[in-house]
């Protein structure tokens, strides 16, 4: 018995995925074949071009021979055989499903034996996908095989785990022989991922096999207890920023990038590593915006907040740009009006009062226990905002100019947010983003 390797890609970029496919087939000593389907760009004209290549895979193979078929958003994390995961049970094909239900299927992952069986269900899958009719997305057509939850484990391992920013990251932990990356969480299902985030995961991946490392092992923060610092206090612009000890592992990062950036171009930094005492207890870092920004913003003539979980990609490029004929920097959100993660105040009357009003609201909530508690701080800051008529579009900035979504960034984007992630996940994207950031910055003078 054989087991053959077929690595279905749709982006020609994807050389780490590639590179994490051929080593496991090198180490195992199977036949590796790479499918480059780069140049077709609707998805369902790629998907039917992936099961006519398995079945011509599996017509000439051996009988009882492996295929699987995997993608770019597929990567494999340890040496488990594919026969070990066939071995035992009658089965003649492996495909998981995500979260409760059977019908979302993670195509990025199949593995099959080459039997009548196998072959036909290939067919079906070929026949299902043809035009003439309505079409049928590849988990309807996969979710025939009766997929397995990807909970479940076959001696020992689980063939292929769900890995996406926004869940906590088992791959690291289960004894898993796969990850099927996943999106955001309302992005198509099975469409290929965000490149920037695919090739990240290749790379931590293939680096930690290579040198024998535990995944997401990151160098620790040294600890510093002071609980609150300011340096150049006489500036005309201020950033502050806030991370309790329980975010630390991302919020030092952040607070590197942020100091390397005020130091650069000489402004002020307030930086806090725990709730001021005096701030009010029981309530999550992210809700003192208002009272950090009252407290400093009459001692500079702006005052940004930055979110613990931003970096500033362009170290070069400057602030005072964005605050010409304007009194406050705001930026578009993706889903709200705009992001609280990342704004700008001048230092006027009417920006203390507005501050002054939200600090007053957000005092009279109840529940403040957590980022997103009684709907968040950003809600608070929005509506207040509103009540004054100063969070229409016409006030607000774009989210590529500034406070960019981490999936929106490109090679010239200012400042990054880093939003909706796990915590260690987040860790290891802001740690790749300041070094990326630092590389940037020798660069340009």
């Known amino acids: 018995m054989t087991t053959h390797v077929i690595s279905f890609f749709a982006d020609d970029t994807a050389r780490a995925s590639f590179e994490n496919h051929r080593r496991y087939c090198a180490r195992l000593a199977y036949p590796h074949e790479y499918v480059d389907t780069a140049a077709i760009g609707w998805a369902h004209l790629r998907m039917l071009l992936k099961y006519q290549v398995l079945l011509r895979k599996l017509r000439a193979c051996a009988e009882g021979d492996l295929v699987l078929l995997i993608t770019q958003d597929c990567l494999l994390l340890r040496d488990i055989p594919c026969e070990t995961l066939m071995r035992g049970e009658n089965r003649d094909w492996i495909v998981s499903y ?15 034996r080459n039997t009548a069986a196998a072959r036909e269900q290939v067919q079906r899958i070929c026949e299902g996908a043809r035009f003439g009719r309505a079409l049928a997305s590849e988990a309807q057509l996969l979710s025939a095989l009766g997929p397995r939850p990807f909970t479940e484990a076959i001696e020992g391992h689980h063939p292929v785990v769900l890995a996406a920013l926004n869940v906590s990251p088992i791959w690291a932990e289960w004894p898993a022989f796969s990850l099927a990356l996943a999106d955001m ?17 290749a790379e931590h991946i293939n680096e930690c096999q290579a040198r024998g490392l535990p995944y997401l092992a990151l160098p620790q923060p040294e600890a510093d207890e002071t609980r609150y610092e300011a340096s150049n206090r006489s500036a005309s612009i201020a950033l502050a920023m806030l991370h309790t000890p329980n975010i630390r592992e991302y919020g030092a990062i952040a607070e590197r990038n942020v100091r390397r950036y005020c130091e650069r171009h000489g402004y002020a930094l307030h930086l806090y590593r725990d709730v001021p005492a005096e701030a009010g207890a029981g309530a999550s870092g992210n809700w003192i915006k208002p009272w950090v920004l ?50 700008g105040f001048r230092n006027t009357p009417q920006n203390l009062d ?35 008529g100063l969070a229409d579009s016409r006030h607000l900035l774009d989210c590529a100019t ?13 400042m990054v947010h880093y939003m909706h992630m796990w915590p260690s996940l987040r860790a290891l994207i802001m740690h790749h983003g300041d070094l990326t950031s630092q590389m940037r910055g020798a660069r340009r003078p």
């Open 98 to 112: 995500r979260d409760d239900d059977p019908g979302d299927v993670m195509a990025a992952f199949q593995l099959w």
């Open 185 to 201: 969480p309302d992005a198509p299902k099975n469409q290929p991922v965000f490149a920037d985030l695919r090739d990240l995961f």
């Open 294 to 343: 009252l407290r400093h913003l009459p001692e500079h003539e702006w005052v940004f907040w930055i979110d613990a979980d931003v970096l500033v990609a362009d170290q070069s490029r400057r602030l005072e740009p964005l605050c010409e004929k304007r009194d406050r920097v705001l930026a578009t959100d993706v889903s709200w009006q705009f992001n609280s993660g990342i704004m």
């Open 354 to 388: 507005v501050l002054t009003e939200i600090e007053q609201c957000i005092g009279a909530i109840a529940d403040k226990s957590s980022t997103y508690a009684s709907g968040g701080d950003q809600d608070v800051f929005i509506k207040v905002l509103a009540r004054h």
């Open 402 to 414: 500034i406070n960019t979504p981490y999936q929106l960034q490109s090679r010239d984007s200012f």
